[in-house]
Structures are given as C-alpha cells and as structure tokens.
C-alpha cells in the first residue's frame, strides 16, 4: 500500500493498519511502512509504560503508608 493509502487505512481500521504494519515489519518491508503513525504510536506506548510503573509505585508506596499507620 502506497503511503497516502496507509494514513486513511490507519485512520479507518486500526486493527487493519496494526496487522499490515506486523505483517512489513516481519517482512522488513520499510519502504511501505507508515512511519509517522507508527512512531507516534511506539512513543505513546512508551509513555503509557511509564505512567503505569509511577501509578504502580504509588499505589505501593500507599500501601506501605497504609500497613505502618495500621501497624501490621
């Protein structure tokens, strides 16, 4: 698929853009690919990841809080 064709693919069927988007990678096909969308998606994805981990840490770091003031 042409570049212009991948925008409106991802902009139309997102599990469709991900499946093509696999399917080139595995194939190494990068002339195809869909750069801008996948980038903006790897970062979210890095982003996502590290606001889990810190919602992660607090929730344990309250939890010790909560354990020391019920002297358990």
């Known amino acids: 698929m042409k570049q212009?064709?991948?925008?409106t693919l991802y902009d139309r069927d997102f599990a469709l853009w991900v499946e093509d988007t696999v399917n080139k990678l595995k194939a190494r096909n990068t002339?195809?690919?869909d750069?801008?969308?996948l980038i903006e998606k790897v970062e979210s994805l890095g982003i996502s990841q590290r606001?889990?981990?810190r919602?992660?840490?607090?929730?344990?770091?309250?939890?010790q809080?909560?354990?020391k003031?019920?002297?358990c």
Do not use: S
Not at 4 to 7: E, M, P, R, S
Not at 55 to 63: D, K, M, Q, T, V
């Open 55 to 63: 919602r992660g840490a607090c929730h344990l770091c309250n939890e």
């Open 35 to 37: 750069w801008e969308n």
């Open 31 to 33: 002339e195809e690919l």
């Open 4 to 7: 212009t064709q991948l925008k």
């Open 51 to 53: 606001r889990a981990v």
């Open 69 to 71: 003031e019920l002297d």
């Open 65 to 67: 809080k909560c354990l």
